[in-house]
């Protein structure tokens, strides 16, 4: 297994339901800078593994590992994360709930947060449905902050409460 597994419990969904136990797979490349400035958030297209988005990262490419830590994330519904084949009983197979592209970006930022503490990225990309996570203003993209160098940095979801699953406002 060359990726890792975060796991939480009691994660709840847009659709009302609670999933006992939530996991989202990832796999990072490159070094988290001290000042956790460099992060592209990379989640996978629907129905894709980690190692579909290998090809695209590499040393002297636009995903530079030498310049950036890459989270590759595998969205829910995909295999690898909480899915209706690998989640039990009463929510596998056709019982699993209805999913958001929402519901991944808060679990995507939650565990952005509780395993590296990082509270802002530097960009999200992705294609296919993992490209809409980024583009859908779910939350991963709630305020730009411009660093002194005059880039931009974009920051994670505020925190919200656990019952709380509406969209944050974009200001």
Not at 31 to 44: A, C, F, H, Q, R
Not at 48 to 67: C, F, H, N, R, S
Not at 153 to 166: K, T, Y
């Amino acid at each position: 297994m060359d990726y890792d597994v975060y796991e939480t419990e009691g994660f709840g969904l847009q659709s009302g339901v609670a999933l006992p136990m939530t996991r989202l797979a990832y796999k990072t490349h490159g070094t988290l800078s001290p000042g956790k400035d460099n992060v592209i958030v990379y989640p996978s297209r629907y129905a894709g593994t980690l190692a579909d988005q290998d090809y695209l990262i590499g040393p002297g490419m636009a995903l530079d590992p030498e310049k950036y830590f890459i989270m590759c994330l595998n969205m829910m519904g995909s295999g690898l994360s909480s899915s209706p084949s690998n989640t039990p009983a009463p929510f596998d197979g056709p019982r699993f709930p209805k999913v958001t592209q929402y519901d991944n970006v808060r679990l995507q930022a939650q565990m952005l947060r509780e395993v590296f503490g990082i509270e802002q990225i530097a960009l999200a990309v992705g294609w296919s449905m993992g490209g809409d996570v980024p583009r859908s203003g779910g939350g991963l993209v709630v305020h730009v902050r411009p660093g002194h160098d005059g880039s931009a940095h974009l920051c994670l979801p505020d925190r919200r409460e656990a019952g709380d699953h509406q969209r944050p406002r974009l200001e």
